[in-house]
């Protein structure tokens, strides 16, 4: 059964804190992307990856990073929180082969910056 | 650009009925169509997948369809269920990098 996890489902920062939300999915998976989901506004995209080491910038790069350092592992990193960061972060995995796109999501991350 | 509408409005129904939810697209020629669940405080789930060359598409008491003439697709629940309760996205491919764009989802809640 395929599997995408991240590290945490609920996560409280203060403003100015460096924060790293973790990715991992078991499905040998070269696509790799990171959302973020508001009411109203549903899921935007932040980064996405399609190899290791590679990144390409979504629709809402502005105050985050990502990192790939291994195939099933894409990290989020937001260098210095700030309040409207406050989110639901979803990740996600798809394989190219697969011709489909149909991609994968983890359970998501709450995250709320005081 | 592109443009991709849902019905932001909450669909009621009694069990049994049919719901059906509608995903409006613009400015995009889509290959194929993705559907999703998402239950609250979860991830989406992928449903099922329609390409432009397909009218319809049926999994169970789920049916699809994908008119590219209109730029809409048709998401159909038959003989629904409380437990069919939760929020629908669609999803339209491919975009560069493998990218799908989503629409914003309709609630669906379905009563006894």
């Known amino acids: 059964d395929v599997k995408v996890t991240q590290s945490s489902r609920y996560l409280v920062k203060r403003t100015g804190e460096k924060v790293f939300l973790e990715c991992v999915q078991d499905?040998?998976?070269?696509?790799m992307f990171w959302y973020r989901q508001d009411p109203g506004l549903g899921l935007r995209l932040i980064y996405f990856?399609?190899?290791?080491?590679?990144?390409e910038k979504g629709d809402i790069p502005e105050g985050y990073s990502v990192s790939r350092e291994k195939k099933e592992r894409f990290s989020l990193i937001l260098e210095s929180a700030s309040t409207n960061q406050t989110s639901m972060y979803l990740c996600?995995?798809?394989?190219?082969?697969?011709?489909?796109?149909?991609?994968?999501f983890g359970p998501g991350t709450r995250l709320t910056v005081l | 650009s592109q443009k991709i509408e849902q019905n932001s409005e909450a669909l009621n129904i009694q069990e049994g009925k049919t719901a059906t939810l509608t995903c409006n697209y613009t400015?995009?020629?889509?290959?194929?169509l993705q559907w999703y669940r998402q239950d609250p405080g979860r991830g989406p789930v992928f449903l099922l997948l329609?390409?432009?060359?397909?009218k319809e598409k049926r999994k169970e008491r789920l049916k699809v369809t994908f008119d590219t003439t209109l730029k809409q697709s048709l998401f159909h629940i038959t003989a629904s269920q409380p437990a069919d309760s939760a929020t629908y996205l669609c999803?339209?491919?491919?975009?560069?990098?493998?990218?799908?764009?989503f629409g914003t989802g309709t609630q669906l809640k379905v009563e006894l």
């Open positions: 400015n995009y020629s889509p290959a194929y």
């Open positions: 996600a995995s798809s394989s190219p082969s697969g011709l489909t796109d149909t991609q994968y």
């Open positions: 999803a339209l491919g491919p975009g560069g990098g493998n990218k799908l764009t």
């Open positions: 990856s399609y190899d290791v080491k590679m990144k």
């Open positions: 329609i390409r432009e060359n397909e």
């Open positions: 499905m040998d998976h070269e696509n």
